[in-house]
Nanobody, 124 residues
Framework: DVQLQASGGGSLQPGGSLTLSCKIS????????ISWLRQAPGKEREGVAC?????????NYGDFVKGRFTISRDNQKNSVYLQMNNLKPDDTATYYC????????????????WGQGTQVTVSS
C-alpha cells in the first residue's frame, strides 16, 4: 500500500517561508498524483495544492494560495514538496500529503490515502 509522510513544519512569523516535504513509500510515486491538504482546528479540510502523476506535472492550487505556494515533485526521490512563501496566520494548520491515485479531485476527500501530518503555525 502507498504510504506518505509529511515533514518540514514549524512555527514562524507572518511573511516567512517554509518548505514541506512528502516522502512516498510502498509504491513508485510515478503513478500517483499527490495533493497537499490542510486542516485547522474547527475548520473543514481543504485542498492546498496538487501535482499530477504524468509527464505534464500539471498543478492545481487552492484559491487562497494566490501565487504564494509552489508544489513540485522528484520521482527519483519518491518525494513531493510544497514551497510556501509569505505565510499568513490563516495558513496555520496541520498539513498532510495525500493521494487518491491519479486524481487531483478535492470534491470528496473519501478514498484518499493520508499520511501523518506536519504542523505549521504562523503567528507574531
Amino acid at each position: 500500500d502507498v504510504q506518505l509522510q509529511a515533514s518540514g513544519g514549524g512555527s514562524l512569523q507572518p511573511g516567512g517561508s517554509l518548505t514541506l516535504s512528502c516522502k512516498i513509500s510502498g509504491v513508485s510515486a510515478d503513478y500517483y498524483s499527490i495533493s497537499w491538504l490542510r486542516q485547522a482546528p474547527g475548520k473543514e479540510r481543504e485542498g492546498v495544492a496538487c501535482i499530477s502523476h504524468d509527464e505534464h506535472r500539471s498543478t492545481n492550487y487552492g484559491d487562497f494560495v494566490k501565487g504564494r505556494f509552489t508544489i513540485s515533485r522528484d520521482n527519483q526521490k519518491n518525494s513531493v514538496y510544497l514551497q510556501m512563501n509569505n505565510l499568513k496566520p490563516d495558513d496555520t494548520a496541520t498539513y498532510y500529503c495525500a493521494t487518491k491515485g491519479r486524481d487531483c479531485d478535492w470534491s470528496d476527500f473519501r478514498g484518499y490515502y493520508w499520511g501523518q501530518g506536519t504542523q505549521v503555525t504562523v503567528s507574531s
